[in-house]
């Protein structure tokens, strides 16, 4: 599958998939670069485990074409499962098996021998600090742990290219940054990952991004990229009343979203135009209200990408 | 498909021990269905009648009228609760379900023992088959040549009803080589109908799509484990029915075995391809008694097929508990051997084949 280094590990041109009426993914032209962390943002339903599950083989597309790894899916998709990994959403591996029991069968699975399935066990042990819980059935693990074994799993043939959708979204904080090294341990010995999350401040450790939203692409490059490339300024207004602030600002021309965060007020605005404006209208609730231009963050690359969609799609 | 690998398929076969060693109802079941359904079929659900609840009207009152009813209480067909004076009495008890029959003896009784006139009167509960069944047996019953003197075996009948290969019409002898087959049914097609719904329910069929696993290894490694159990359970069957009920096996117990075998795979067959139809375990589960009923009810188990109409006999030539029913009555009782009961064997392994190739392109190495 290496015979091709430079080109991307997953390419997508016009890639659909249709349920009934429902259009879970419309269209996506996707190009992911090997060695990568990838990330797919989006909210739920915006067709992230869709895509995923087209791209493992899992679910046929409507339209589109697909190559992964240079395989042509869904053709050649059971030569790809030897080189991927799949995490999935929810925790797949047997309960009723001990955390080595589960390593093992899926080491016979693919087939490893007996002295390699040894050895591979005991890398991952480590690796996934498992050694402690060997012998611990899977369904008495903690979250934390258990997400631990199932990375294990998904890793154990090492693939090249390893799919996790919403790995920690049953996870505690310390669990998700240590998982979060774990994977850029594995991006940097070659791996290339994709790794559909709802949460920002991992999209934000990604090295590339796709922004999903009802099956469309709506933005895509590295977070800096992204932040640049954002046609919106950020306001950040400092006040001790925001709820009522953010009732004044309700309506104003050039305001795309408000969001209050703590005791301060985060607007998006068109441009630094509406700089002025806006901080007339705050300072009639509050007239010690602070409003200034702030840096953006993903999460308003994210709001003004969705946002720009959600009009762009009421136009028509 | 990346082909067909023995190690993978290995693979699935421990992990599937691995998970019923865990699995302690599963485990219960496997020895606990077969002891109680023979403890069951073997004494609970007898044909045979006994001790029915009855009332007498000895309106003669002689020493001959004592003895007969004294005799016909040895036979403990009926047990006398009641003695009432009168007929009305005596039919208010049974109208009210106290008793199932009235046995009234005239007040002429010695008269007409010297006449042609009936002796004795029977009135019966007309509404209960068996008990009706119990009384016409009844009727036979020697009463003139018992007071003359004469001995009373063997029974002064008219028809004499020889029965070939169970000779004392003992219940057990007949149900256990069906038995074997109702609990295999049972059984087999339970587990396997969960088998494959419950990887599924469990999240755990997506992950496994994602490794080389092909759906032949999946699915027969599913099967293999329960063939053992399923012999396990005929062979304790055989060995508690011969123990308790003595049970014979007059045929080759090897030919018995491999008709077992057969049978089994067959019965698992069909309860993996329920497993690809339905939805969830719950299903499976209803599935799995809905195909159980036909079979235990037109397969001749429990009621002589020779009986039933012929589009029922059609139906029940599809289902395998019919042949085995067949295989395991030929070799137990009637000591016949495979070679020529092999158009049983056939049909069977015909089903085999079918159930399972259907069920092998139904499980999809996809989600949708």
């Known amino acids: 599958m290496s015979d091709n280094p430079g080109s991307p590990a997953i390419q997508t041109r016009g890639l659909t998939r249709r349920f009934g009426d429902l259009v879970a993914v419309d269209h996506l032209d996707l190009s ?84 390699r399935r040894r050895q591979r066990l005991d890398e991952l042990f480590q690796t996934y600090r498992l050694e402690a819980l060997s012998e611990q059935l899977a369904g008495t693990l903690s979250g934390g742990q258990r997400q631990r074994l199932a990375l294990a799993a998904a890793v154990l043939n090492e693939p090249e290219l390893l ?12 669990s998700r940054r240590d998982f979060w090294d774990v994977l850029f341990g594995l991006a940097d010995s070659g791996t290339t990952l994709l790794v559909s999350t709802h949460y ?36 950040l207004v400092e006040t001790d009343r925001p709820r ?71 136009a028509q | 498909m990346i082909g067909f690998s023995p190690r993978r398929l290995w693979a699935v076969v421990t992990k599937e021990l691995r998970q019923l060693k865990r699995d302690r109802l599963t485990y219960a079941m496997i020895v606990g269905i077969p002891i109680m359904q023979l403890l069951l079929f073997g004494y609970a659900i007898n044909m045979d009648v006994r001790h029915l609840p009855a009332a007498v009207v000895d309106q003669a009152h002689s020493s001959r009228s004592r003895q007969v009813i004294d005799e016909l209480h040895q036979a403990r067909v009926f047990d006398f609760l009641h003695a009432p004076t009168t007929a009305d009495q005596a039919q208010r008890l049974l109208r009210a379900g106290d008793i199932k029959v009235i046995l009234v003896v005239p007040a002429d009784f010695e008269h007409r023992l010297t006449t042609d006139q009936p002796p004795l009167q029977l009135i019966v509960d007309g509404s209960d088959q068996v008990v009706q069944q119990a009384a016409r047996q009844l009727s036979q019953f020697p009463v003139r040549a018992y007071l003359n003197g004469q001995s009373l075996s063997p029974p002064a009948a008219q028809v004499a009803v020889v029965a070939y290969y169970n000779p004392d019409r003992e219940a057990p002898l007949n149900t256990v080589p069906g038995l074997i087959g109702v609990i295999l049914t049972m059984t087999m097609v339970m587990f396997t109908a969960i088998a494959l719904v419950r990887e599924r329910e469990h999240g755990n069929q997506e992950f496994l799509i994602t490794t080389p696993l092909s759906s032949a290894e999946l699915t027969l490694g599913k099967v293999l484990p329960f063939i053992a159990i399923g012999l396990i359970q005929t062979s304790l069957v055989l060995l508690l029915g011969k123990l308790i009920f003595q049970v014979p096996v007059r045929g080759p117990l090897l030919d018995l075995y491999l008709a077992a075998l057969v049978f089994i795979v067959a019965s698992l067959a069909l309860g993996i ?96």
């Not at chain 1, 600002?249 to 965060?261: F, P, Y």
């Not at chain 2, 809905?290 to 589009?311: A, D, N, V, W, Y």
């Not at chain 2, 000591?335 to 009961?341: K, V």
């Open chain 1, 32 to 115: 992911v670069p090997r060695g990568q962390v990838y990330g797919f943002l989006g909210p739920n339903g915006c067709g992230k485990s869709t895509t995923i599950r087209m791209l493992c083989g899992l679910l046929l597309p409507s339209d589109g074409d697909i190559r992964v790894l240079d395989l042509d899916i869904p053709r050649q998709a059971e030569t790809l499962k030897q080189h991927i990994g799949y995490m999935t959403q929810s925790f797949s591996l047997y309960r009723d098996l001990s955390v080595r029991e589960n390593l093992e069968f899926v080491a016979r699975l693919f087939g490893l021998s007996r002295a």
């Open chain 1, 163 to 174: 799919f996790l959708d919403e790995p920690t979204s049953a996870v505690d904080p310390q």
């Open chain 1, 200 to 235: 920002m401040d991992e999209a934000e450790r990604c090295h590339r991004l796709a922004i999903l939203q009802q099956g469309e692409l709506v933005a895509e490059g590295s977070p800096d990229q992204l932040k640049q490339r954002m046609e919106a300024v950020s306001l």
């Open chain 1, 244 to 314: 009522r602030a953010q009732h004044a600002l309700d309506g104003l021309e050039g305001v795309r979203s408000c969001a209050q965060i703590g005791a301060t007020l985060r607007v998006l605005v068109d441009d630094e135009a509406a700089l002025a404006p806006v901080r007339q209208r705050v300072r009639t609730v509050d007239p010690d209200a602070g409003v200034n231009v702030t840096d953006v963050n993903l999460e308003d690359v994210f709001v003004a990408a969705t946002l720009a969609r959600a009009r762009h799609g009421e």
């Open chain 2, 273 to 368: 391809l329920i497993s690809t139809v339905v939805r969830s375990q719950f299903q499976a589960m209803q599935a799995a008694i809905f195909t159980f009923l036909p079979q235990i009810l037109l397969s001749g188990f429990m009621f002589p097929f020779e009986g039933m109409p012929r589009p029922a006999q059609w139906f029940a030539e599809i289902l395998p508990l019919t042949h085995f029913v067949r295989l395991s009555r030929g070799i137990m009782l009637r000591g016949a051997d495979l070679s020529s009961l092999w158009p049983e064997l056939l049909a069977l392994t015909v089903f085999s084949v079918v159930a399972l190739s259907v069920a092998i392109l139904r499980v999809n190495k996809r989600l949708d």
